[in-house]
């Protein structure tokens, strides 16, 4: 994903989106409560919101990391099976 601002923005349906600040595209991520959850956090909605968004993206960079390190690992074991393969004199 290339490097930008992001907002949290409540849409006037309701609906809140994590959308880029300098594009009109879709939005990266949209939330939707039901009747019934809106009536239950009441005023926290947005609160709410934002708190699921930073979990998500806690969690998407907690997979990018395992990815790199998994990575650098199959690197790493690639680069010595290789010298297993050598024979010095």
Do not use: T, Y
């Amino acid at each position: 994903m290339a490097s930008s601002f992001l907002e949290i923005v409540q849409l006037a349906d309701g609906e809140i989106v994590l959308q880029r600040a300098d594009d009109d595209g879709e939005p990266l991520v949209s939330i939707r409560f039901s009747d019934e959850s809106e009536a239950f956090i009441d005023e926290a909605k947005l609160d709410v919101a934002k708190a699921m968004i930073h979990a998500g993206l806690q969690v998407v960079a907690h997979i990018s990391r395992e990815g790199m390190e998994s990575q650098e690992e199959k690197l790493l074991s690639d680069d010595s099976e290789a010298d297993n393969d050598r024979v010095i004199h």
